[in-house]
């Protein structure tokens, strides 16, 4: 018998939208984290966001997995109200409003430690508390403040985002997980509440560690060199004969004298034990293993680098991702059924291997609403016509319903 995950019997309640702070839930769900999912009656943005299956949301159905989905319009005082009670029976609440939004509703750290004395609350916003407080901001304005985008492209050309839309918000997603473990081991270990601050960009400024000390250090403001490095020569993409790419790391002096063998190129040996040589002379190194490289069918490039131990890997789409031989034998898409459509759909599996606990995915994102009368009566003893009453106010959604787009929920964007 499997020993109960980890973090069963943690109760979180995710009132964040979009992506960064609802990923931060789904992260520690597939570790036994119990997720309430509340939506505005109008239903999460991300419910119409492609893919699509006919006009149900394979991305929603991905990013709301191991989630109860409860409607509330916590733009009026009854669904406020509602939310309260739905506070004092969890351990972390997961917000994204901007400050003054939560001021409005009566929604803030200090309102909410009135419901639940202990409670965990996660806020994170696109710039955390301070002069910019409450300037709104998504992914590609965190990459940019975090410099991030000044770093992406070529040289003498204009900066590129990153090729995923969303990589900051997956930073952040995962940097806020981390966060609710520390607040809820803090917690344990004092018994007081706990506030979560966040801004979007301070995961990424966190991880990009060498930008602020090269730049006191020696002033430069470390901008684009395409797919090089500025620390390490060879390092980049290199073109097979067969027009397909792979990547080649030689990071350490090893690496080098590897790769150097491989070649069969002595004249090389000269850059032996001198990596400030190799990355002065980059552009000239890198040629010759580009005209190396292009020699080999990317199958038999791939073979010669990794028999001489090499840290080389091919440039993948979804499409190889899905087939390769290590990725399936590691189980690292999942298949998981979709009752709504009927036709399961695959994922990526939670990451990393454990001995004593397995993360797993229990079902996909529910449908908008579906959850909500077995939380209310379940979690907070609401009879049914106290439901009834709600639902004639408009307070919870009429019915389980798939979410269209209207100016509700444009409203309630404009808080985030």
């Not at 917000?95 to 419901?115: I, S, T």
């Not at 994170?124 to 301070?130: C, N, Q, Y």
């Not at 403001?221 to 395409?226: A, D, P, S, V, Y």
């Not at 890997?313 to 690292?332: F, N």
């Amino acid at each position: 018998m499997q020993a109960a995950p980890p973090l069963s019997g943690i109760r979180i309640l995710d009132a964040a939208t979009f992506l960064a702070a609802p990923y931060a839930a789904s992260l520690l769900s597939e570790y036994g984290a119990e997720v309430i999912k509340v939506e505005l009656p109008s239903g999460d943005h991300m419910r119409d966001i492609g893919p699509f299956r006919g006009d149900v949301s394979l991305w929603w159905k991905v990013i709301a997995r191991n989630r109860q989905s409860v409607t509330l319009d916590l733009n009026t005082e009854d669904g406020r109200g509602v939310f309260k009670q739905l506070v004092s029976k969890c351990d972390v609440v997961i917000m994204n409003y901007r400050p003054d939004a939560l001021k409005k509703w009566g929604l803030e750290f200090e309102d909410l430690v009135q419901c639940r004395s202990d409670l965990v609350y996660y806020h994170l916003t696109a710039f955390g508390a301070g002069p910019y407080a409450q300037r709104p901001g998504f992914a590609r304005v965190a990459e940019a403040y975090a410099g991030l985008t000044n770093r992406t492209g070529f040289p003498g050309e204009p900066p590129v985002q990153s090729g995923y839309a969303m990589l900051g918000d997956g930073i952040a997603g995962i940097y806020g997980a981390f966060a609710l473990m520390l607040a809820l081991r803090q917690r344990d270990l004092t018994g007081e509440p706990q506030m979560i601050d966040l801004g979007l960009y301070e995961p990424l400024l966190s991880i990009i560690e060498d930008q602020i000390i090269t730049y006191d250090e020696t002033g430069s403001r470390l901008e684009r060199l395409g797919n090089a490095s500025p620390r390490w020569a060879p390092h980049g993409l290199f073109r097979a004969k067969d027009g397909l790419y792979a990547t080649i790391a030689c990071s350490t002096e090893k690496l080098w004298r590897q790769l150097r063998e491989v070649m069969g190129d002595e004249s090389l040996a000269r850059y032996d034990n001198d990596n400030h040589a190799r990355v002065a002379d980059r552009e000239a190194l890198e040629g010759k293993v580009s005209r190396w490289a292009e020699s080999y069918d990317l199958r038999d490039l791939l073979e010669i680098c990794g028999n001489a131990g090499l840290a080389i890997g091919p440039i993948y789409s979804p499409a190889e991702i899905v087939s390769d031989p290590h990725i399936i034998a590691r189980d690292s898409i999942i298949t998981v059924d979709e009752p709504e459509t009927g036709r399961p759909i695959r994922m990526a599996a939670p990451a990393g291997r454990f001995s004593g606990f397995k993360g797993s995915v229990r079902h996909v994102g529910p449908l908008l609403g579906e959850h909500t009368d077995s939380v209310l009566s379940g979690l907070l003893n609401y009879s049914p016509e106290q439901i009834q009453a709600l639902r004639k106010k408009g307070v919870i959604s009429k019915s389980i319903v798939r979410a269209t787009s209207n100016s509700e929920s444009s409203r309630a964007e404009e808080d985030l």
